[in-house]
């Protein structure tokens, strides 16, 4: 039950210490080691932080007062919670696959750790900086969904399955917005390495030039960590738990603390893609650093307190219709500012008014119907 | 012996070991995870011939895309029809054209003389400016193949 925590932990780690290994000379690689062992603790630190922070300002939005029996205002409500998962007893059901049953939440979780290797908090402060360092975090990101069908299909479970089906449904297609918008960034930038790209930010910062960006890359974000409105693929009322629905004490914490360094994760990337990284003035540069990621993070649990969730295919509408074939629009027309090296500033208000227009349309728009489900049972479907 | 030559055998046996299991694993399911092994050890050799760009679009595509796509046809199919594969129908044809395979993999290492190449640090900047002057023809040949493959796929999903 905990070995499964502990293999997590030195996976990761060595998974780490190999790709520094693999991106830098072999001299200072125990160093890195060090690095990604206190930015495992830093971060873990981190994920009680924010599920303490989510819970208070879900209360608070719903007029509650939140955890408040262990610790001041609650505070050790979470270490409480996580000491009861880690000892809880582990049931695996046996019809599972029990390979990949036990692999995929180190799947899950691996990447969602590996890619904070190469964020930089600070110039100084990164454990390795990297030249594609942008694509490297969006290229690992999309491994975590192989674990999410992994723990999905070896469940024996037909709503994890379903789950499953849906997580990798909704995480493909988002994702596209992600990476055009990452590209946009990359191309007024001139670089992927984020240390340049935050440095290319000195005067102005991005979020200025592309709000429409921002919109996308901020929506597309909330569907790639599944969270309200786009947490379909656990959507406890439909679904159980999705993915999960078997897993439990350890190995579901792990799913959890995974979602959780995603959404750091995500929101770090917004303040360093958008909202200037560390440039600020007065205060030291992680110190606003922080500020934006807390923001970020308070407007996505704000939005979690305040907007029901969406259909699977809404949901599918919602990322083919509206969120790709913007993201591509948006980026071509950067590409022909940059070109004709028009005022970046006008492509701000073509931003801005777009996004006044797309609310204004959607406003007015004609509800959609829910699709005609047809049941077919299985013998038929098998004769087809 | 080197950190690279260490790293080097520590990678090729992750590629052995995963080609192994796709081809010696009777279920389906596992047999998609060991290419996904296998295709991110490739992105692992990438990295040794310092080709970052490379190795991150290899674990992009293949790892992200294609063995998830793998996946998904696999759920939506019912899995325990095929969950134990009788191939031995083909397999004398099977060693055959894999040996004609080594065959011709091993021919270009024979004529070749390997090795004294220094390796220099793979520039995007110079990627891309090749990719569309040079080998623009090529690049846009084969989008449009990609891009036929697409609209196909939608005309034979297309219910009416």
Known sequence: ???????????????????????????????????????????????????????????????????????????????????????????????TDKTLYWLAPIVVFVPSFVVWTVIPFTPSLVIQEMELGLLF?????????VGLIMAGWSSANKYSVLGALRSTAQLISYEIPIIVTALTIAMLADSLNLIEIVKAQSSVAYVLFQPLGLALFFIAAL???????????????????????????????????????????????????????????????????????FIVISIIFWIRGTYPRLRIDQLMEVGWKGLVPLSFANFVLTAVFIYYSWSLWILGFIGIASILLIMFTYKKRKISQPPEIILISSSEVRRV | MSGEVIVFTII?????????????????????LYLLITLGSVAGIFILLLAEFLALVQILIYGGAITIVLLFAL???????FSSIKDAVQRPVAIVVSVLLLGVIITPFLQETLGGQSLTESNLRTLGHELFTKWLIPFEVASLVLLVALIGAIVVGRDD
């Open chain 1, 1 to 95: 039950m905990k070995v499964i925590v502990q293999l997590t932990l030195v996976s990761s780690a060595i998974v780490a210490a190999f790709i520094a290994l693999l991106f830098s000379g072999q001299n200072d690689i125990f160093l890195k080691a060090l690095g990604a062992s206190t930015l495992f603790g830093f971060l873990s630190v981190v994920v009680l932080a924010m599920i303490w922070y989510e819970r208070k300002l879900l209360a608070r939005i719903q007029m509650r007062i939140g955890p408040m029996r262990v610790g001041p205002f609650g505070i050790l409500q979470t270490i409480a919670d996580a000491i009861k998962l880690v000892t809880k007893e582990d049931l695996i059901p046996s019809e």
């Open chain 1, 137 to 145: 975090v969006l290229a690992c990101s999309t491994l975590s969904i």
């Open chain 1, 223 to 293: 569907a790639e960590l599944g969270r309200t409105p786009f947490d379909i693929y656990h959507a406890e009322s439909e679904l159980v738990g999705g993915p999960f629905v078997e897993y439990s004490g350890a190995h579901w914490s792990i799913f959890y603390l995974a979602e959780y360094f995603n959404t750091f994760l995500f929101a770090t990337l917004v303040s360093l893609l958008f909202l200037g990284g560390w440039l600020g003035p007065w205060l030291p540069g992680i110190i606003w650093l922080f500020i934006k990621i």
């Open chain 2, 12 to 32: 090729s046996a992750m590629v052995l070991f995963g080609a192994l299991g796709v081809v010696s694993t009777k279920n389906v399911g596992h047999a998609t």
């Open chain 2, 75 to 81: 759920m939506l199919t019912r899995v325990d029809e």
